[in-house]
């Protein structure tokens, strides 16, 4: 700040001269001071803000998810042309994450997940669930919408029970996916690079880099959320407390009054 009895004095008896103010060159000893503190507070606003996040990415580690313990079970099996009840289930839950999944995986997943039902579903519904999946698949063919509706509903009956999923909780919503996750006999190939495939697909999409600042709680909060939802804000306001403090103390070392 510069005091304006002064500038007026020094403009009264300098007639013409023009001043200068440069946050970067200051001029006076309080200008400078002032300036230190500022890079100083935003410094401080930086570390809380960028810190944090460099934090996260130093410390994350890649963690599995039970899923895919469950599926590194049962897959030698699997491999060896068993079908499994886990396996299939693991394959739907993995479907379920639909937005995440790029398409030449998704195509992989539904050929594993069509496969593995297929050979648990029992003989006498195998042609009635190919025929549905057929129907909805056949773009030519002009279903109702009641007629779909009802299609969906029996893939999801025989799906459901050769899955041993339950109608109710989580299995209900898994249930769910099963009409829009499976494919007909003709569209399933389940070959060799399927196979070779599957496994790092598993992985990609169950494994999550995890850090314990986002596994501890605080305040009833996961760590970072509280860190980032609330601490950030009041560090702002201290920030902001500690600014006008500071900037009064300056005044009173260098002399400034205020009109």
Not at 5 to 23: A, L
Not at 49 to 71: D, H, I, K, W, Y
Not at 121 to 145: I, M, N
């Amino acid at each position: 700040m510069v005091d304006e009895s002064e500038v007026r004095g020094d403009q009264e008896s300098v007639p013409g001269k023009q001043y200068h103010v440069s946050f970067f060159k200051p001029g006076s000893p309080h200008s400078a001071a002032n300036m230190k503190m500022i890079i100083a507070m935003v410094l401080i606003w930086a570390v809380g803000v960028f810190g944090f996040q460099v934090a996260l990415l130093l410390l994350n580690e890649p963690v599995p998810e039970e899923t895919l313990g469950r599926f590194e079970a049962v897959w030698p099996a699997v491999a060896e042309g068993a079908a499994k009840q886990e396996f299939a289930e693991t394959l739907l839950m993995v479907l379920g994450k639909n937005v995440a999944l790029k398409d030449p995986d998704k195509v992989v997943l539904k050929e594993g997940l069509s496969w593995a039902v297929e050979g648990l579903v029992a003989a006498d519904e195998r042609s009635t669930l190919d025929g549905h999946l057929r129907d909805l698949c056949d773009a030519e063919l002009a279903l109702s919408g009641d007629d779909a509706a009802a299609k969906k509903t029996r893939i999801r009956e025989i799906g459901a029970a050769a899955i041993g999923l339950e109608d109710s909780g989580f299995d209900s919503l898994m249930a769910d996916l099963l009409p829009s996750s499976l494919l007909p006999s003709a569209q399933t190939e389940f070959g060799e690079a399927s196979r070779t495939a599957l496994p790092e697909i598993m992985k990609k999409y169950l494994t999550h880099n995890r850090c314990f600042l986002t596994d501890f709680r605080f305040f009833g909060f996961p760590f970072h959320y509280w860190y980032t939802a609330q601490f950030l804000l009041i560090m702002f306001v201290v920030l902001c407390c500690v600014y006008a403090l500071v900037t009064d103390r300056l005044h009173k070392r260098y002399g400034f009054v205020e009109e």
